[in-house]
């Protein structure tokens, strides 16, 4: 087995490494997003993280991958064999307990996106079609990479992810080459820098395994009026939609007074993890408002053009009056034909006319997409000539 860039070993991003633990402590969070660009320890980090909740899985899910691959469905080697009505468990079952990483997930249709978030949130897995009817559990902690420059996720799905690091390229002459000794160092001797690394790597894990069994307790850490107070004004300040970011936060917080082995939360741990939990909610609603205060505002009485201003005196007497009317020009492409004479538009132009439509379902989309992949391959296979 090929050793792994250790979770200790990261410099530089504080606020990921930071994440990611919360992330694992506190399963409810969501998940995490990274958004940075390329080469800064994205999946390095969340495959470190998997190895530092050992023994647990670490499965990556590919762009291609359908709805079925995802959350499983009818066995079908089973019921072609012998008859029987069989369930074939997909992605999410094989990373529970551990790390389920989504390379690019602002490319993944919307259909899987939600599907994900809502098994991250609840951590159950439902499967309802294909003749079956099968549940099972599937905690596991959501990791998320986004290049902002490729297209955004829509602002639904971003709220319902936990936590958000804004990733940039290191700027630090001596951390630069410092990130860059240690991963050549690595890459040459891997399992001598695994070793000379564990002396910081079993406590960290230790001290993580303590963390999620002290907040898995309900009867440790409760939320005290005060912390409630502190997120509201967070939350407030920002002008998040909904309570969702309110219920972030608190667990968020909790989780951090769980690594950190405190008696009780405190509005420091509020203020710590705020800026993860805001950070791609803010966004939205703080753009949209700067937009709207900066759109000019016109009185109610305010004509809609103004008119055009005089000439100015001295131009206006710099041009001399001509003496007598320009001839007229008898070329076809100067001359302009009367107005009367242009073809006018019909007067229902511009009208908006009726379209029939009706709403399909993301489901019903997929079915309609296979199905007209396979009726083109079919006519491929039949028509001849055709390359195949």
């Not at 050992?54 to 089973?78: C, M, N, Q, R």
């Not at 131009?315 to 009367?340: D, F, Y």
Request: aromatic fraction near 2%.
């Amino acid at each position: 087995m090929t050793p792994t860039f250790p979770l200790s070993a990261i410099r530089g991003q504080p606020q990921l490494v930071q994440a990611l633990l919360l992330a694992a402590i506190e399963p409810a969070l969501g998940g995490v997003l990274i958004q940075g660009p390329r080469g800064t320890a994205k999946s390095t980090a969340a495959r470190a993280l998997a190895d530092l909740l050992a023994p647990a899985p670490f499965v990556t899910l590919p762009l291609g991958a359908s709805i079925e691959h995802v959350v499983g469905s009818l066995d079908l080697s089973k019921a072609l064999s012998g008859n029987e009505v069989a369930f074939a468990p997909g992605l999410l079952a094989r990373a529970h307990g551990g790390v389920l990483y989504v390379d690019e997930i602002n490319l993944l249709p919307d259909a899987i996106v939600d599907v994900l978030l809502d098994v991250a949130a609840s951590g159950v897995t439902r499967v309802e079609r294909d003749g079956i009817s099968h549940g099972h559990a599937a905690r596991f902690v959501l990791i998320g990479t986004m290049n902002p420059e490729e297209g955004m996720l829509r602002p639904q799905l971003l709220d319902r992810l936990g936590l958000c690091v804004q990733l940039a390229n290191a700027q630090d002459p001596a951390l630069r080459s410092a990130i860059v000794k240690a991963r050549l160092r690595f890459d040459l001797d891997p399992a001598g820098f695994v070793a000379a690394h564990a002396t910081q790597q079993a406590p960290m894990a230790e001290r993580l395994q303590q963390a999620r069994t002290r907040c898995a307790k309900a009867a440790e850490l409760p939320w005290s009026d005060a912390v409630h107070e502190e997120v509201a004004r967070q939350c407030i300040a920002a002008c998040v939609d909904g309570l969702r970011a309110d219920l972030v936060m608190l667990r968020a917080a909790r989780a951090l007074a769980a690594w950190e082995g405190s008696d009780a939360i405190e509005s420091h741990h509020v203020a710590e993890v705020a800026p993860l939990v805001l950070l791609h909610r803010a966004n939205q609603t703080s753009g949209d408002a700067a937009q709207r205060q900066a759109l000019p505002s016109l009185p109610a009485s305010a004509p809609v053009s103004e008119p055009l201003p005089e000439p100015l005196p001295a131009l206006a007497e710099a041009v001399p009056e001509p003496s007598a009317p320009p001839a007229q020009s008898t070329s076809p492409r100067q001359s302009n034909p009367p107005a009367q004479e242009l073809e006018q538009p019909p007067p229902d132009w511009g009208a908006p006319r009726p379209m029939a439509s009706a709403p399909v379902s993301a489901l019903q989309a997929d079915a309609l997409a296979q199905a007209a992949m396979e009726a083109l391959a079919a006519k491929k296979a039949r028509a001849p000539g055709l390359p195949r």
